[in-house]
T-cell receptor, first 113, second 112 residues
Framework: AQSVTQLDSQVPVFEEAPVELRCNYSSSVSVYLFWYVQYPNQGLQLLLKYLSGSTLVKGINGFEAEFNKSQTSFHLRKPSVHISDTAEYFC???????????FGTGTRLTIIP | DAGITQSPRHKVTETGTPVTLRCHQTENHRYMYWYRQDPGHGLRLIHYSYGVKDTDKGEVSDGYSVSRSKTEDFLLTLESATSSQTSVYFCATGQDITGELFFGEGSRLTVL
């Protein structure tokens, strides 16, 4: 079964600094990868997804992620964060042919003014 | 945004009582999911549905049952609630497997 690891449970970052949120998944022949964001007291919403093709994926709000098959990683990055980026971020993976999306445990991003 | 409504949004109940959470969608999405969110565990899949009357178990299905008699409604039932089922429950829908999942605002359940 697929598993997703987000090693950093909390990441504090100064405003306008860059950030990287790490995600690793268990090896699979083919996998689809996603990043979701959850703002306080809300449901999750999709930031970006990788299905195939270019390994660099761009999403909403200036975020991007890079699929690295050899390292089984899908790290999320933003070159300059804003206060409004304060939220919890979830990485998720779906094995090709499966219908069950597996989420990581989440990373809480805190922006320091 | 997909129209997903969860009810109730908040519920406090006692151990041993039955509880039903309802998820209603207006987007005619094929797939519907129930997740629970707990600190340190992220989101864990309880059950999901891939069509009317077609459901399957997720990773934490013990103590839960589901039903989907209409495309738009997906019910999650706790037959006899336990304190370990205190959690925030999220419904999600999607039109296809590789597409975006749309989430409801969550239902906070407290079992005393």
């Amino acid at each position: 079964a697929q598993s997703v690891t987000q090693l950093d449970s909390q990441v504090p970052v100064f405003e306008e600094a860059p950030v990287e949120l790490r995600c690793n998944y268990s090896s699979s022949v083919s996998v689809y990868l996603f990043w979701y964001v959850q703002y306080p007291n809300q449901g999750l919403q999709l930031l970006l997804k990788y299905l195939s093709g270019s390994t660099l994926v761009k999403g909403i709000n200036g975020f991007e992620a890079e699929f690295n098959k050899s390292q089984t990683s899908f790290h999320l990055r933003k070159p300059s964060v804003h206060i409004s980026d304060t939220a919890e971020y979830f990485c998720a993976a779906l094995d090709f042919g499966n219908e069950k999306l597996t989420f990581g445990t989440g990373t809480r991003l805190t922006i320091i003014p | 945004d997909a129209g997903i409504t969860q009810s109730p949004r908040h519920k406090v109940t006692e151990t041993g009582t039955p509880v039903t959470l309802r998820c209603h969608q207006t987007e005619n999405h094929r797939y519907m999911y129930w997740y629970r969110q707990d600190p340190g565990h992220g989101l864990r899949l309880i059950h999901y549905s891939y069509g009317v009357k077609d459901t399957d178990k997720g990773e934490v299905s013990d103590g839960y049952s589901v039903s989907r008699s209409k495309t738009e409604d997906f019910l999650l039932t706790l037959e006899s609630a336990t304190s370990s089922q205190t959690s925030v429950y999220f419904c999600a829908t999607g039109q296809d497997i590789t597409g975006e999942l749309f989430f409801g605002e969550g239902s906070r359940l407290t079992v005393l």
